[in-house]
Nanobody
């Protein structure tokens, strides 16, 4: 399973770090990623990291968000800086075989 944590309410310009703890599969063998879905919108890819640690980002978050992984902890992270109101969404941890349940991120003053 994938269990996210770290969401919450933050002011514009602030930072949050999301974590996703994986279990039940060989974490180090798989690419991992983060998606998000805002109300009324389709779920969209935010960032992905391969098992070799190469990364890709959505254009809208490039330069502000950083995805990383710790294979010793079976955890993938999403460091989100310079947050904007349009980053408000439910953020989902993704693997090729499982989805997390989502964690709410709200950016508002």
């Amino acid at each position: 399973q994938l269990v996210e944590s770290g969401g919450g309410l933050v002011q514009p310009g602030g930072s949050l770090r999301l974590s996703c703890l994986a279990s039940g599969f060989t974490f180090s063998n798989y690419a991992m990623g983060w998606y998000r879905q805002a109300p009324g919108n389709q779920r969209e890819l935010v960032a992905v990291i391969s098992n070799a640690r190469s990364t890709n980002y959505a254009t809208s978050v490039k330069g502000r968000f950083t995805i990383s992984r710790d294979n010793t902890k079976n955890t993938v992270y999403l460091q989100m800086n310079s947050l904007k109101p349009e980053d408000t969404a439910v953020y989902y941890c993704w693997s090729p075989i499982l989805w997390g349940q989502g964690t709410q991120v709200t950016v508002s003053s």
